[in-house]
């Protein structure tokens, strides 16, 4: 089913967290203004991923994730509010950036 781009959300100069189907609530990537496209006849998320000064190897790198797969999504207002809150979360030793986790 093809979606209009009027009933898509626009992720414009915001932070989304995406929790994908076959993922773990851990592994969720968080994209800087990410924006849809469409690849192959399929829908996609495409953004660079957040940097958070981790060291990880995909900060900074584009993804491309199948908006089909979304299973949930957190809209922060800036990547600051992202930022201030995984670093939080992680200060407290929980899991996740919500504490979420796959049963």
Same mark, same amino acid.
């Given at each position: ?7 898509? !959300? ?10 994908? @189907? ?5 592994? %969720? !990537? %968080?994209?800087?203004? !990410? ?6 006849? @399929? ?14 190897? %995909? ?19 800036? !990547? ?21 986790? @796959? @049963?």
């Amino acid at each position: 089913m093809e979606e209009s781009n009027q009933s898509l !959300p626009d992720f414009q100069d915001r932070t989304v967290v995406f929790y994908l @189907r076959a993922a773990g609530y851990d592994h %969720a !990537p %968080a994209l800087d203004s !990410p924006t849809f496209e469409s690849q192959g006849g @399929r829908l996609f998320i495409v953004g660079k991923q957040t940097k958070v000064g981790s060291g990880h190897w %995909a900060e900074g790198q584009q993804f491309s994730i199948a908006w089909d797969e979304v299973q949930m999504y957190v809209v922060f207002g800036s !990547p600051a509010d992202y930022k201030e809150l995984r670093s939080s979360r992680r200060n407290t030793g929980e899991t996740g950036l919500f504490g979420l986790r @796959r @049963r």
